[in-house]
């Protein structure tokens, strides 16, 4: 374990990510939006990221939050100045309520396309859990969505002059996706990585590893962990920003402006806590 300090805050803020304990008032916790770098901005709730990629052709909005939190996110948009009517695709992180239940919504006030890995769209396109999931005893289903089409894994998102990619990351649910691109400012460019959860969980009575309706989870999981610990990787956001010291990197935005997100480690310090949280979730499910 390389940095314990870290592993154990990521460990107790599980809570937050273990949609038994989660709260909603955790959830939705109020967050001023704030740019990221260059063309990119934060404009989810304190306890769930939604980012925002703008461009003269439109606009591309990763993740929707927890269901009532659409309307958070668009008042963030606009606090920026741009138009959510001006948004043209949804990307979608993973098929669970706390970030895919606001896109019904935000689909409905943009008229997006809304775009995920064939496994998050089943479910966005029905509103319906998916089954295979170890966390379903305690998911509860979406509001269903429209305009959905699936990507394939390595597929590019365009967009005017934005491209974004879909990295498939399965293990946290069947249909996780990270996605990235690239955002300049002052003459710079970064590799942007929206990462999404790589926490091994299961409900209680549920196994992770052992999910007979899920078999390769522990396997998917390792190849995910590997794949974003391998990506380029300037400035990482993840699904729930608490899980890569987003908070902590923006405490230093008023002195280093947007250099404040840049951390070239983020993603292989992600994975490291992942494949922890893995090994924690093995050895607690291999006792008898
Ligand atoms: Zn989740």
Redesign the pocket.
Known sequence: MKNPIRFTAALLLGGA?T?ATAGMAEWMAPQDPFPLYGNTYYVGTHGISAVLITSPAGHILIDGGPPGASAQIAAHIRALGFKVEDVRYILNG?E?F??AGGIAALQKMSGAVVLGSPASVAVLKTGQPDKRDA?YPNLTPLAPVANTRAVHDGDVVKLGPLAVTAHFTPG??PGSTSWTWQSSEGGKTMHMVYAD?L?A?AADGRSFSRNPLYRNARADIEHSIATVEGLECDVLVS?HPDFSDLWERKARQSDIKNEAFVDRDACRKYAADARAWLAKTLAKEAQP
């Open positions: 990510c949609i993973h669970h706390d970030h966390q946290h649910t959860s926490t969980v699904a």
